[in-house]
Nanobody
Framework: QVQLLESGGGLVQAGGSLRLSCAASGRTFSRYSMGWFRQAPGKERDFVAGINWSGGTIYYAESVKGRFTISRDNAKNTVYLQMNSLKPEDTAVYYC?????????????????????WGQGTQVTVSS
């Protein structure tokens, strides 16, 4: 089993940047596909970004493409989400998630049901 812990959330002005981190415990982390999701009050949990074990396969939600960057450092058991040009509509609780198998198709990353492990979330608030 693996445990995930997000950090790096906070309050930022529109146009600013934040870098989220997700630290994982588990001996097989380096072969997990990882994802970031977000959930605003009263809304569904939406896909943000996903990355396979090597970092060679990456997917983004259209709403964040060009602004957010997902990356991972397997030596540190950590996945990151660099968020630039933040907008008020990015305000949400951000969750990292992991899945034990890696696939190439976009659908294997964008669906929350594809993931086996979830962190507790970190709040991101973007002020206008």
């Amino acid at each position: 089993q693996v445990q995930l812990l997000e950090s790096g959330g906070g309050l930022v002005q529109a146009g600013g940047s934040l870098r989220l981190s997700c630290a994982a415990s588990g001996r097989t982390f380096s072969r997990y596909s990882m994802g970031w999701f977000r959930q605003a009050p009263g809304k569904e949990r939406d896909f943000v970004a996903g990355i396979n074990w090597s970092g060679g396969t990456i997917y983004y939600a259209e709403s964040v493409k060009g602004r957010f960057t997902i990356s991972r450092d397997n030596a540190k058991n950590t996945v990151y989400l660099q968020m630039n040009s933040l907008k008020p509509e990015d305000t949400a609780v951000y969750y990292c998630a992991g899945q034990t198998k890696s696939y190439n198709s976009r659908s294997s990353y964008t669906g929350a049901r594809e993931y086996d492990y979830w962190g507790q979330g970190t709040q991101v608030t973007v002020s206008s």
